[in-house]
Structures are given as C-alpha cells and as structure tokens.
C-alpha cells in the first residue's frame, strides 16, 4: 500500500511552466488542422488534439519584443 504523501506515477514529471505551454486556442486551431490534413475523418479527435499539443509544446516559444530592464 502507498503512503498517502507519495505522488502516484503519473505526476512525477515535472510541470511544463505556464510560458512555455500552448494556450488551448491554439491547440485547438492546430488540432482541426490536422483533423483537415488527414481529410475530415471523424473519430480521431483525441489523437489530433495529443498531436497538436505535442506539436505546439516542441516550437519555440516567441518571447515577444526586447524590452530594456532597468538597473539598479
């Protein structure tokens, strides 16, 4: 039996941060790409959501423009 404070298997990985992970519009806007390019087959929705996340998850995050910080 586990002790009630050990996290179950499926939590050890870390959290990706919240700058780094898709917003869910754009996984979905992705996900109903993918589900075009395969030709509207009904039936994969779960499998062309997983993809766009991985997708969207390995792009390089666009940290937007330069802003000089001040100095102390």
């Not at 586990?2 to 754009?26: G, L, V």
């Not at 979905?28 to 390019?37: F, L, M, P, S």
């Not at 779960?46 to 995050?61: F, G, I, N, S």
Request: net charge negative; proline share 10%.
């Amino acid at each position: 039996m586990r002790k009630p404070t050990e996290k179950p298997y499926f939590a050890i990985r870390e959290p990706e941060s919240e700058e780094n992970r898709p917003i869910h519009e754009q996984i979905e806007i992705r996900a109903y790409q993918i589900y075009i390019e395969h030709g509207r087959v009904d039936g994969h929705d779960l499998e062309d959501w997983l993809q766009a996340e991985r997708e969207l998850a390995a792009k390089p995050v666009n940290p937007g423009p330069m802003t000089k910080r001040a100095t102390a």
